[in-house]
């Protein structure tokens, strides 16, 4: 009977242990997810993405982005791409021009630029590339289909 009569006691003392612990506990706990919460909430979204000047991409925003595919017929053309969504200046003539090389610090024109294909190489600092599509990917450090909408070369 003694067995009957202790163990509500030592439960009482057990429960009694865990409401004066748990308080300071989980208040301790919800400081510090207060603490995280606020920090995520400092921290700055999409700082990492920049969108590239000229961009153009509104038209994917409006449509459902799952119906939308990568069409590489609406790539701009390499000369309109360079030339005019990038303000380079090509020097030379021909399929393949010289121009100021926008990866490194250029000071005479060292990368190459095929007109026909887009497709780019630095002779210094040894960036290159198959088209318009490659090098925009790693002039804005996006990815294949971040790239290809601000190209807008998606369509449903
Ligand atoms: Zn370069």
Redesign the pocket.
């Known amino acids: 009977m003694t067995e009957e009569q202790k163990s509500p006691v030592a439960a009482g003392a057990d429960a009694a242990r865990l409401a004066t612990r748990q308080p300071s506990h989980s208040s301790k706990f919800n400081a510090r997810i207060a603490q995280a919460l606020a920090a995520f909430a400092a921290k700055p979204l999409a700082a990492s993405h920049q969108e590239p000047q000229g961009f153009r991409g509104d038209g994917f925003r409006q449509g459902c982005s799952k119906t939308l595919r990568f069409d590489r017929s609406l790539l701009p053309s390499p000369a309109i791409y360079y030339v005019e969504q990038l303000a380079m200046r090509l020097h030379g003539r021909g399929l393949w021009r010289d121009a100021l090389?926008p990866?490194?610090k250029?000071s005479s024109p060292?990368?190459r630029v095929n007109l026909e294909t887009g497709a780019f190489r630095?002779m210094?600092?040894g960036?290159h590339g198959g088209d318009v599509l490659a090098f925009e990917m790693q002039r804005t450090g996006c990815d294949f289909p971040t790239a290809a909408k601000c190209l807008n070369a998606w369509r449903a």
């Open positions: 090389c990866f490194h250029d060292s990368l630095c210094a600092c960036v």
